[in-house]
């Protein structure tokens, strides 16, 4: 089944710098990537996606490149603000599945210092 | 206000005793799922449903049990539970076309 790293599991900025957060997927059929932000005590909340057909999207200070050849993809946040602190999931959806089977990475904690 | 709701949100209980933890949703979605948060490990989805009597499992399913007779409303019941069933449980919906999958607040269980 499809397997997903998330690398780092922390990262520390300081506020205006970029963030990098990169995922690793296993199954070259999964055709769907989706980022969720967590806040404290509250459920993941979609932030952007990607499907396969795509290798970059972008969202005002947020964007997220697919490398499909290596099975790679990654989230970009630049001019960080503290409120961007928070867990960020990688996800993968398996082809056949309606995008509705995720498979999560295991978080990247962000802290972004004023 | 859209949402999805849980309950309940806190939960304390000993191996063995059957429980449900509810899940509703008011946004007319077609898709709901439910997932399991432990420290270490992200989120793990148990089980998940495309329709009404429609369920397919997720990467843990062992242990629990879903049923979709409404549309609105997907219960997770741990017929048996264990301690190792000790978890945040989130459960979330979503809809074709967009496919964002909207979390509700989250249960934590604890069995003793």
């Known amino acids: 089944g499809e397997n997903v790293e998330q690398h780092p599991s922390t990262l520390s900025v300081q506020e205006g710098d970029s963030a990098v957060i990169k995922c690793t997927y296993s199954?070259?059929?999964?055709?769907?990537f989706p980022w969720y932000k967590q806040e404290l005590g509250k459920g993941p909340q979609l932030i952007i996606d990607i499907r396969s057909n795509v290798g970059e999207k972008k969202d005002q200070r947020i964007a997220v490149t697919l490398n499909k050849t290596a099975k790679h993809f990654s989230l970009h946040i630049t001019e960080t603000q503290p409120e961007d602190s928070a867990v960020y999931f990688c996800a993968a959806s398996p082809l056949g599945t309606g995008f509705q089977k995720l498979v999560f990475g295991t978080g990247t904690r962000l802290l972004v210092s004023p | 206000e859209a949402q999805v709701t849980q309950n309940p949100r806190y939960l304390i209980t000993v191996t063995g005793k059957k429980l449900t933890v509810t899940c509703s949703q008011n946004m007319n979605h077609e898709y709901m799922s439910w997932y399991r948060q432990d420290p270490g490990l992200g989120l793990r989805q148990i089980y998940y449903s495309m329709n009404v009597e429609v369920t397919d499992k997720g990467d843990v399913p062992e242990g629990y049990k879903v049923s979709r007779k409404e549309k609105r409303n997907f219960p997770l019941i741990l017929e048996s539970p264990s301690p190792n069933q000790t978890s945040l449980y989130f459960c979330?919906?979503?809809?074709?076309?967009?496919?964002?999958?909207?979390f509700g607040p989250g249960t934590r269980l604890t069995v003793t």
């Open positions: 979330a919906s979503s809809s074709p076309g967009p496919y964002e999958q909207y």
């Open positions: 199954d070259s059929a999964s055709n769907y």
